[in-house]
């Protein structure tokens, strides 16, 4: 999602809820990879200098996850992810982060593709992000029934290449076709988030939730001569949104907090009340004296 300010109108939903909302507007991914910021968004550690995945190399290394924490202290842990968990060995890295239920496309809906692999690259294949949405919100409401406090994840597909569009897309000017369609990607993915939101604040529990939106990259759509995420750490590739929606805590600030993938597991623990293991190596953004720095890599270029 691009941050408020964007040229394009495609965030309505949001829209709707800026005034319940702090937005991070200097935030970087520390590589502009899913699986390296799966790794550092959970277990708040920057990705090892090397062009090998560490939900490959280390999907069993003993390190403190967000997940495990929040399991430990009673919370119901979901991940729910569009695309194909097999890339980069992801389910393997997600099995030892105490996660009790993990669905990628192959689990929801009727477990076939609505966009299969476009070109001859293994693992493309996703969902839409309604039957996305569905499944989380399925999900969310089961733990409600049982009174437990919970921490899902839901981790959209369509914005990701080769982008696409369940509805008749709307053109945009000044922008290629590949742009248009991840411009109109947003603009539903915006509609599902706006559900779950309406949703939780039906059944009254927005008030006592946390939501965060971030990217886990950016997108390149010919700046710099390069196209998609993961060579380069121009803005583009690594500058990325991030979005904290609290109705009793937010309203509306604009926080210029310069951070990275790395922070924000800890700001979630901040914000709940509870100490950072000492093994992470982020600090979270509502913490003073922080080093207005962060560290990003591409380690395929």
């Known amino acids: 999602l691009p941050v408020y300010g964007s040229p394009y109108a495609?965030?309505?939903?949001?829209?709707?809820?800026?005034?319940?909302t702090r937005i991070f507007a200097s935030i970087y991914a520390n590589a502009p990879n899913t699986?390296?910021?799966?790794?550092?968004?959970?277990?708040?550690?920057?990705?090892t200098p090397s062009y090998l995945l560490e939900t490959q190399e280390h999907a069993d290394a003993r390190i403190s996850s967000l997940s495990a924490i929040l399991s430990q202290r009673g919370y119901r842990?979901?991940?729910?992810?569009?695309?194909?968990?097999?890339?980069?060995?992801?389910?393997?890295f997600l099995e030892n982060r105490k996660f009790d239920a993990v669905n990628d496309y192959r689990t929801m809906g009727d477990g076939k593709p609505t966009c299969p692999s476009a070109e001859p690259m293994p693992f493309l294949d996703a969902t839409d992000d309604q039957q996305l949405g569905e499944a989380t919100l399925a999900w969310i409401r089961s733990t409600a029934e049982e009174g437990r406090p919970f921490f899902a994840i839901m981790w959209t597909g369509q914005t990701h290449y080769p982008y696409f569009n369940m509805?008749?897309?709307?053109?945009?000017?000044?922008?290629?076709?590949?742009?248009?369609?991840?411009?109109?990607?947003?603009?539903?993915?915006?509609?599902?988030?706006?559900?779950?939101?309406?949703e939780l604040q039906e059944m009254g529990m927005l008030d006592s939730t946390l939501v965060v939106l971030v990217g886990d990259h950016g997108q390149a759509f010919g700046q710099h001569g390069q196209y998609g995420h993961g060579s380069r750490i121009y803005e583009e590739n690594v500058r990325v949104p991030l979005l904290m929606i609290q109705p009793r805590l937010f309203s509306?600030?604009?926080d210029q907090t310069v951070g990275s993938?790395?922070?924000?597991?800890?700001?979630?623990?901040?914000?709940?009340?509870?100490?950072?293991?000492?093994?992470?190596?982020?600090?979270?953004?509502?913490?003073?004296?922080?080093?207005?720095?962060?560290?990003?890599?591409?380690?395929?270029?």
């Open 10 to 20: 495609v965030t309505p939903e949001l829209d709707q809820w800026r005034r319940h």
């Open 35 to 47: 699986n390296k910021t799966m790794f550092s968004l959970l277990c708040s550690r920057y990705p």
């Open 77 to 92: 842990t979901g991940m729910f992810y569009a695309d194909d968990l097999r890339f980069g060995n992801a389910e393997g």
């Open 167 to 198: 509805e008749p897309a709307q053109p945009f000017e000044g922008v290629g076709e590949m742009q248009n369609r991840y411009l109109n990607a947003i603009r539903e993915s915006d509609a599902v988030i706006g559900k779950i939101l309406r």
């Open 252 to 254: 509306g600030e604009m």
């Open 261 to 301: 993938m790395v922070d924000v597991a800890p700001t979630i623990l901040h914000i709940l009340g509870l100490d950072l293991p000492a093994d992470w190596q982020g600090r979270s953004l509502l913490a003073g004296n922080r080093s207005q720095r962060t560290y990003f890599l591409a380690p395929w270029s």
